[in-house]
């Protein structure tokens, strides 16, 4: 309760001071004294003869926070163990004021690292997942909680971001586009089978099991059947072929799809300039769905 009451008293202190202008700044203000309240509680679970004679390199480390937050943890302990009655208004005001200061460069870290994501990407990933990928401890899950609130609510949803979630058209040069990869991922298919199996053992085989051994989508059987043929049958990816396992094509459009719609769900990293190679082993797709992944990036990202 004494701890409470000290801290309301120095916020009057500190809103004392010449009115904020902006509702990001007032937000600051609140984050401050949020992120002091937590890392206060946390701190006297130790004890305060520990905390009064710690270092503040220490207390960063229990507390799982860096050097960005000095200040903030040296304000802590000095609430924590300075003597009330010794220390005057002034004295009291100048060091909030300069702890809030200090405190303001971390705070836009964090605001400018979430206002620089997608509207969607940032509003609807988890509080925690968040703190997992900025890499903070639960200690600082007040202030990330009020910048991600305060960003979705301020900067709301652009035309363009709904308009990129419809959905996408076949035109007649996206379907060009998907005929000559679904080949490319035909011949790689058998490639790949050649390289690691008997052609008897790949021509004797079922489907399905070829499919498990590849370890393909279940969208990808038609153009696993189609490096079937080319190994066995004609030798030849021809136009007839083609025509034949319209299916196929379809099949792979839909992997297309699919693929795309998981780019939603990914909040780690940023699609549009991760690698191809970066991307299959997040979605932990094999390598022979290469050619499916980079089309699914071209329509996502253009």
């Given at each position: 309760?004494?701890?409470?009451?000290?801290?309301?008293?120095?916020?009057?202190?500190?809103?004392?001071?010449?009115?904020?202008?902006?509702?990001?700044?007032?937000?600051?203000?609140?984050?401050?004294?949020?992120?002091?309240?937590?890392?206060?509680?946390?701190?006297?679970?130790?004890?305060?003869?520990?905390?009064?004679?710690?270092?503040?390199?220490?207390?960063?480390?229990?507390?799982?926070?860096?050097?960005?937050?000095?200040?903030?943890?040296?304000f802590v302990q000095d609430l924590l163990c300075k003597d009330e009655e010794e220390t005057d208004a002034l004295a009291k005001r100048s060091a909030t004021i300069d702890a809030l200061q200090a405190y303001g460069s971390f705070w836009s870290d964090i605001w400018e690292?979430?206002?620089?994501?997608?509207?969607?990407?940032?509003?609807?990933?988890?509080?925690?997942?968040?703190?997992?990928?900025?890499?903070?401890?639960?200690?600082?899950?007040?202030?990330?909680?009020?910048?991600?609130?305060?960003?979705?609510?301020?900067?709301?949803?652009?035309?363009?971001?709904?308009?990129?979630?419809?959905?996408?058209?076949?035109?007649?040069?996206?379907?060009?586009?998907?005929?000559?990869?679904?080949?490319?991922?035909?011949?790689?298919?058998?490639?790949?089978?050649?390289?690691?199996?008997?052609?008897?053992?790949?021509?004797?085989?079922?489907?399905?099991?070829?499919?498990?051994?590849?370890?393909?989508?279940?969208?990808?059987?038609?153009?696993?059947?189609?490096?079937?043929?080319?190994?066995?049958?004609?030798?030849?990816?021809?136009?007839?072929?083609?025509?034949?396992?319209?299916?196929?094509?379809?099949?792979?459009?839909?992997?297309?799809?699919?693929?795309?719609?998981?780019?939603?769900?990914?909040?780690?990293?940023?699609?549009?300039?991760?690698?191809?190679?970066?991307?299959?082993?997040?979605?932990?797709?094999?390598?022979?769905?290469?050619?499916?992944?980079?089309?699914?990036?071209?329509?996502?990202?253009?």
């Amino acid at each position: 309760m004494k701890l409470l009451l000290t801290i309301l008293a120095l916020f009057t202190v500190s809103t004392a001071a010449p009115h904020r202008s902006s509702e990001v700044d007032l937000l600051l203000e609140d984050s401050f004294w949020d992120t002091v309240k937590e890392f206060a509680n946390k701190l006297k679970e130790r004890g305060l003869d520990f905390v009064c004679s710690a270092k503040i390199q220490e207390l960063l480390d229990i507390l799982g926070v860096d050097d960005r937050l000095d200040g903030t943890v040296k304000f802590v302990q000095d609430l924590l163990c300075k003597d009330e009655e010794e220390t005057d208004a002034l004295a009291k005001r100048s060091a909030t004021i300069d702890a809030l200061q200090a405190y303001g460069s971390f705070w836009s870290d964090i605001w400018e690292t979430l206002k620089s994501w997608s509207h969607d990407k940032l509003c609807t990933t988890k509080l925690q997942d968040l703190l997992d990928i900025l890499g903070f401890p639960d200690a600082l899950d007040g202030a990330v909680e009020m910048a991600q609130n305060a960003i979705c609510k301020f900067f709301p949803e652009p035309e363009s971001a709904l308009v990129h979630r419809r959905e996408i058209e076949i035109t007649p040069e996206r379907n060009l586009q998907s005929i000559t990869a679904f080949m490319k991922t035909v011949k790689l298919i058998a490639k790949r089978l050649l390289k690691n199996y008997l052609k008897g053992l790949i021509c004797s085989s079922r489907l399905q099991q070829l499919m498990d051994l590849l370890e393909v989508p279940d969208s990808f059987d038609g153009a696993v059947e189609m490096a079937q043929d080319l190994i066995c049958a004609s030798g030849i990816l021809s136009s007839s072929l083609m025509e034949k396992n319209t299916a196929a094509l379809q099949g792979f459009i839909d992997t297309i799809m699919g693929i795309l719609e998981r780019f939603y769900d990914i909040v780690d990293i940023d699609v549009c300039t991760a690698g191809i190679p970066e991307l299959l082993e997040k979605l932990r797709l094999p390598d022979t769905v290469v050619w499916a992944v980079e089309i699914a990036v071209d329509w996502y990202c253009n």
